[in-house]
């Protein structure tokens, strides 16, 4: 993490650390969630806090990244592990389309999401350890 000038800045940064790293945990306990729903075949799949909550999750999530990006100066692209959150939060949106509303079969629906949990779970290895191959 970069040098932050003043205190407050340090202290603003945490504050959006913590916001993302909530968002993060709740972005991932929806999807589940969600995705068992869709295995169940319920009806809450189509309430409107089910579809609408994501989306006010996932942009605060996403929102707080980039300040934070900004404000230390890591940015993706120039920071290798940053590029790969970026490419693994595309693959991750595109499985979890595919698991919640475009995959043809049940079969196909659940192994798009279990897949997208697991490059979850590798976006989240890849903070932690800095590092674009977290498992060696």
Not at 66 to 95: C, D, G, N, R
Request: glycine fraction near 2%.
């Amino acid at each position: 993490m970069a040098v932050f000038n003043d205190q407050i800045t340090m202290m603003f940064y945490s504050l959006l650390k913590t916001i993302h790293i909530s968002c993060a945990v709740l972005s991932l306990s929806g999807f589940i969630l969600r995705g068992i729903w869709m295995m169940q075949a319920s009806s809450l799949l189509r309430h409107p806090l089910t579809k609408r909550l994501p989306h006010v999750i996932d942009t605060l999530l996403l929102a707080s990244a980039l300040i934070m990006a900004y404000l230390s100066a890591q940015y993706p692209l120039q920071e290798t592990w940053l590029t790969a959150k970026l490419f693994a939060l595309i693959v991750y949106i595109l499985l979890g389309m595919i698991a919640l509303r475009l995959g043809k079969t049940v079969k196909v629906r659940v192994l798009a999401w279990v897949l997208a949990v697991l490059v979850f779970l590798y976006i989240v290895l890849v903070e932690i350890n800095k590092n674009t191959t977290p498992f060696f």
